[in-house]
């Protein structure tokens, strides 16, 4: 009996390479760029420079890769991942990171890291849902980009609200204190992966605690950033 051909998670046509998880087709929007800026991620009339929000009050991260804005059809597929168990489509979602950040290395000179971190979930709630989706993730980009991947370089020790339903002010008190850094970070250029980045109070947070351990730059790597 032949096999069944894979098909595209989102229009559902045979794909050649089944890994792909999305055709050449549906790929092409997906990473076509938007105008926002590099440093912060947010809309701007400028992609190659910081804008004005940066350069009055910049972020503690020095750059925020994002793959589209938060929007289908990249939305869907990141809740499906992170709340459904679709964990087969880590591995298509890392490499549409993987395609942004080559875009970036090759034409605008972003850094290769020196190590990779992914946003960690406290122990409890890892337990409770059963998997990370950042973690498969990070792994398929450690070894695309061959650059190390620590899943204990950052440990959540507070477990603190569920962001998402707070505010800005109130995600940023509930952060506090919440992370601490278990890698050395000492001169390192760190890419921090996370899969949504809507305030930025946790990217943040890491970030002010990676630098003040010695790390050379903090890049943000994410799928979505809410404009």
């Not at 591995?91 to 971190?117: E, Q, S």
């Not at 603190?160 to 970070?185: P, S, W, Y």
């Not at 996370?194 to 890491?206: F, K, L, Q, R």
């Not at 730059?217 to 404009?227: F, K, P, Y």
């Amino acid at each position: 009996m032949l096999p069944m051909p894979a098909a595209c998670w989102l229009c559902q046509m045979p794909l050649n390479l089944a890994h792909h998880g999305v055709c050449s087709v549906c790929l092409r929007p997906l990473l076509r760029q938007y105008p926002a800026c590099p440093r912060c991620g947010l809309a701007s009339g400028h992609s190659s420079r910081p804008c004005g929000r940066c350069l009055l009050r910049p972020p503690p991260w020095q750059h925020l890769l994002a793959v589209t804005p938060w929007q289908p059809p990249l939305k869907i597929l990141v809740n499906r991942l992170k709340f459904y168990r679709a964990t087969a489509q880590a591995v298509m979602l890392a490499r549409l990171i993987l395609l942004r950040w080559l875009d970036a290395h090759r034409n605008n000179g972003l850094l290769r890291p020196d190590l990779l971190l992914c946003v960690p979930l406290h122990s409890r709630r890892a337990w409770h849902r059963g998997y990370n989706q950042l973690d498969d993730m990070a792994q398929c980009l450690a070894h695309w980009t061959r650059c190390p991947y620590d899943r204990r370089g950052l440990m959540r020790i507070r477990k603190g609200k569920i962001q998402h339903r707070l505010n800005a002010l109130a995600r940023r008190r509930n952060l506090r204190g919440a992370f601490r850094v278990m890698a050395e970070v000492s001169g390192r250029h760190i890419a921090l992966l996370d899969d949504v980045v809507t305030t930025g109070s946790t990217v943040a947070e890491i970030s002010r605690i990676l630098l003040a351990a010695g790390a050379a730059s903090v890049q943000i790597w994410c799928l979505c950033r809410t404009l």
